[in-house]
């Protein structure tokens, strides 16, 4: 079966992007290198090429049909989520409403919730051969851009960038392997990014914690990849040039972290309030590491997200932070792993509490650039195979474990 659907799948992609393309949609990626909406002098995206490339979905398929670990057992966590069900229903909104804090919104978990079952069906379509899940990925996508118009109240645009991270991954990994989403529902799919999504994220958000912009720059990214639209593209990358210095320290920086562009926080008292009372920085500390390892490893997730999109874009971003990022995984795994913290650390008290967030940039700084990372190693391995967090990170064992 996965030989007969792959060999399809040689034939179909390339009618699927003269049909957009013909529909007025993005092209894909064309004969002459240049996409419809692309610049001549612009290279044209590799498709699927949001946070897992083609290459790597056939090895993960290669991986689990010969039952070998850690991929079996994450594939079969994954099959056995409440996402993988073949009955999964989608719960749409017209508006998803996400006040802060505690106070009840709509909508909102279920917007998340449905973005991941999504891509957990594409995947399963990618792994399996099984077109019911395929299927499943489509009608949970398209319930949701038949409904949804926008996001309203102060956690709109981290919900956004959430939700719209796991659906551009979603449809990534459906339109350019499958052949049953129909051009209607694929244009007001691509119409539902555009208008309820995009905006929403495009920006950033740089008097936030660092966390909301890498995340939103993590979906912008993805969804203009899925849109063939290369000016959100480098938006998302300006973002990522910007953020990730001011987000992770190294000593390179001198005595104070670098400021968020565009922030106004940048005197000593300013920096040292945003990073949460901090007033000693070492190689890997983060923005958010005294409020908890948790917001930190959300950035450290996106952080890696972006630059292996970037990777697959032919982009290496992670050639510029690969010294911070290994920083930042190591600072965090060894106080994860139980190391004591000193006083001059978020005197002397963290919260050890990071999500399955470690997988993607392991992959590319150990297993591709062969950088020592023995405490994120040890973290992951104890932690195998890392699941969900049920906001954007999903199944990232399966999919990059080893994977280069």
């Known amino acids: 079966m996965g030989s007969v659907r792959r060999a399809l799948v040689m034939v179909l992609v390339p009618l699927l992007a003269g049909v957009s393309a013909a529909c007025g949609g993005s092209s894909g990626s064309g004969t002459d290198g240049v996409t419809q909406r692309a610049r001549p002098a612009e290279r044209a995206f590799e498709h699927p090429g ?40 989608a719960k749409p909104y017209a508006v998803v409403e996400c006040p802060p804090g505690n106070h009840p919104g709509r909508g909102c978990v279920e917007e998340r919730e449905d973005a991941i079952a999504a891509y957990t069906q594409a995947l399963l379509w990618n792994i399996t051969g099984d077109r019911a899940h395929a299927q499943k990925a489509v009608q949970i996508m398209d319930a949701w851009s038949g409904v ?73 990214m993805g969804m203009a990849v899925f849109l063939d639209d290369h000016e959100s593209f480098e938006k998302a990358v300006t973002h990522f040039r910007t953020r990730v210095p001011a987000y992770f320290y190294l000593e390179s920086d001198g005595a104070l972290p ?35 390892f948790k917001h930190a490893s959300y950035s450290l997730a996106a952080t890696a997200h972006i630059a292996e999109t970037a990777w697959h874009q032919g982009v290496d971003l992670y050639g510029e932070v690969k010294d911070r990022l290994r920083a930042a995984f190591e600072f965090h795994a060894k106080y994860q792993l139980g190391a004591k913290a000193p006083g001059w650390l978020c005197g002397g008290k963290v919260q050890r509490d990071m999500g399955p967030d470690t997988e993607v940039g392991l992959n590319h700084l150990r297993d ?10 040890k973290l992951t391995r104890g932690q195998r195979p890392e699941g969900t967090d049920d906001l954007f990170v999903a199944w990232e064992t399966l999919t990059h474990a080893g994977n280069g």
């Open 258 to 292: 670098v400021s968020p562009a565009g922030s106004g926080i940048d005197t000593e008292a300013q920096l040292q309030k945003f990073w949460f009372g901090q007033k000693t920085f070492a190689d890997g500390l983060s923005q958010e590491t005294c409020r908890n």
């Open 148 to 220: 949804i118009t926008r996001h309203t109240e102060a956690n709109a645009g981290l919900q956004t960038a959430w939700a719209a991270s796991s659906w551009a991954r979603a449809a990534e990994a459906v339109r350019y392997t499958y052949d049953g989403w129909s051009d209607g529902e694929l244009l007001r799919f691509e119409r539902m990014l555009r208008t309820a999504y995009l905006p929403q994220v495009l920006e950033g958000s740089v008097e936030s914690n660092g966390n909301w912009d890498l995340v939103m720059a993590d979906a912008t």
């Open 50 to 89: 949001v946070l897992v490339s083609k290459a790597q979905l056939d090895r993960v398929r290669t991986h689990v049909e010969a039952r070998e670990q850690p991929w079996l057992s994450a594939f079969e966590q994954m099959r056995d989520s409440k996402y993988g069900a073949a009955d999964y229903q």
């Open 368 to 377: 591709r650039l062969k950088m020592e990372l023995p405490e994120t190693e």
